[in-house]
C-alpha cells in the first residue's frame, strides 16, 4: 500500500473531453499531483499499456451505455485484481444498474457523487483510513449501508447555514441533518433576520419560472452568501441556468446525507 501521493498510481480511462468530466479530470490531477497519473482514450489502450507496476486505482469514464464490453472489463478486473476500480457514469447510465451487468455494482458511481468518492478511495489507498474497503461483490444492501453513512460532526463553519424549501418536511430534515453535523444552522430564513447568514441551501425542485423568481428574490436578500442549488436530477443545462442566477454549486439530493453536509460546510468555510 503506498505510504505518500507521490507513490500513487492511478489511471484515468475514457473519453475526459467533455465538460461532464471536466471536474473529475482536474481533481484528480489536483489531488494526485506528483503521482503517477496515466490518461487513455479507452479501455483496450489501458490493458495494453506496460507499466512498472499495476494501479493502485483505475477511475473509468463512462459516457453512455454499452461504452464497454463485458470481456475488457473483465480483463481489467483480471489483471489489477488489488487496484480500487470507480466508473463514473452520466445520466445516460442511470438505469445500467438494472438492465446491464458489465459493471459491479460497488464500482458504480453517478458523476454527480464522483469527488466524493475518488476522495474516499484515495484516502483508502493512502491507509488514511481504517474503514473496510467495500468489495467489488458488495450486494445493494452493503453498497448503501456504506454510502449513506450518518454525517460526522465538522468543524461549524464560519457564519450560520440557511435551508429554504416549499417542501417544509424536506426543510426540517435537512436542518436537523445540519445541526447533527455541528453546523450553526439559520431559523426562519426566508422572514427572519438576514445578517450572518454565508450559506443557503436551496431547494430548486420542481425548476419553473416561479422558482426561478424564488432564485432571484432569495439573491436580492442574500447578497453576500453562497447559495447551493439542491436537485433530484443535477442535468448539465439546469445546473449551468441555476449557475447564471447567481448559484454558486448545485447539490444532488439523492447523494449520501455525508457527502450532502461535507459540500455544504465546505462552501461555508470558503465563503
Known amino acids: 500500500m503506498p505510504a505518500r501521493v507521490s507513490e500513487l498510481n492511478v489511471r484515468l480511462v475514457g473519453d475526459a473531453a467533455g465538460q461532464e468530466f471536466d471536474a473529475i479530470r482536474t481533481a484528480l490531477e489536483r489531488d494526485v499531483a506528483g503521482a503517477a497519473l496515466d490518461f487513455y482514450q479507452d479501455l483496450p489502450a489501458c490493458l495494453a499499456a506496460d507499466g512498472t507496476r499495476p494501479p493502485d486505482l483505475v ?5 453512455h451505455p454499452d461504452e464497454y464490453v463485458t470481456g475488457d472489463v473483465a480483463a481489467l478486473m483480471s489483471r ?6 470507480i466508473c463514473c457514469y452520466d445520466a445516460w447510465c442511470d438505469s445500467d444498474g438494472r438492465t446491464r451487468s458489465i459493471w459491479p455494482l460497488a464500482a458504480r458511481t453517478p458523476i454527480w457523487n ?3 468518492r475518488i476522495e474516499r478511495e484515495l484516502t483508502l489507498v493512502l491507509g488514511q483510513v481504517r474503514d473496510r474497503p467495500l468489495p467489488l461483490t458488495a450486494s445493494r444492501a452493503e453498497i448503501f449501508e456504506a ?3 450518518p454525517p460526522r460532526r465538522l468543524e461549524p463553519a464560519q457564519g450560520l447555514i440557511g435551508v429554504v424549501s416549499r417542501d417544509h418536511a424536506w426543510q426540517k430534515t435537512f436542518e436537523l441533518l445540519l445541526a447533527a453535523a455541528g453546523q450553526n444552522v439559520a431559523v426562519n430564513v426566508t422572514s427572519g433576520d438576514s445578517r450572518g447568514v454565508r450559506l443557503l441551501l436551496w431547494d430548486a425542485d420542481p425548476w419553473c419560472e416561479d422558482q426561478a423568481m424564488s432564485l432571484r428574490h432569495m439573491r436580492s436578500r442574500y447578497p453576500h452568501a453562497d447559495i447551493a442549488a439542491c436537485v ?3 442535468r448539465r443545462d439546469l445546473a449551468d441556468e441555476l449557475r447564471a442566477l447567481g448559484v454558486a454549486r448545485v447539490v444532488c ?3 449520501p446525507i455525508s457527502e450532502i453536509v461535507r459540500q455544504l460546510s465546505a462552501g461555508a468555510a470558503a465563503s
Open 59 to 63: 477511475v473509468m469514464l463512462q459516457n
Open 80 to 85: 489489477f485484481p488489488l487496484a480500487r476500480l
Open 114 to 116: 464522483a469527488l466524493g
Open 147 to 149: 454510502e449513506y453513512l
Open 232 to 234: 433530484g436530477f443535477p
Open 253 to 255: 439530493k439523492l447523494a
